[in-house]
């Protein structure tokens, strides 16, 4: 993950901004004496919370693996979605 120091974060906000939304990647922003943030583009973050809320439950994980596991080995059945 890529990092920066709090002060180059602050000089640079808007590009560092920039950057972070346009390669969704997330930004370590590190301070002396204090504990690092990670900067995130607010999709990343939406998403990161809906596949903890998916996985938060066994069963549905269960489930989740096990159709990846069937589109993985090609067993998938296409359906018309306007039926």
């Known amino acids: 993950m890529p990092n920066v120091r709090f002060t180059e974060f602050?000089?640079?906000?808007?590009?560092?901004?920039?950057?972070v939304l346009e390669s969704r990647a997330p930004l370590l922003v590190?301070?002396?004496g204090a504990e690092a943030v990670v900067v995130i583009a607010e999709g990343e973050f939406e998403s990161m919370q809906e596949t903890l809320h998916l996985l938060s439950n066994p069963a549905n994980a269960n489930r989740l693996r096990s159709s990846m596991e069937q589109l993985r080995n090609g067993e998938t059945?296409?359906?018309d979605p306007t039926e």
Not at 10 to 19: E, G, I, L, M, V
């Open 77 to 79: 059945i296409e359906r």
């Open 30 to 32: 590190t301070r002396q």
């Open 10 to 19: 602050r000089q640079n906000f808007a590009t560092h901004y920039d950057s």
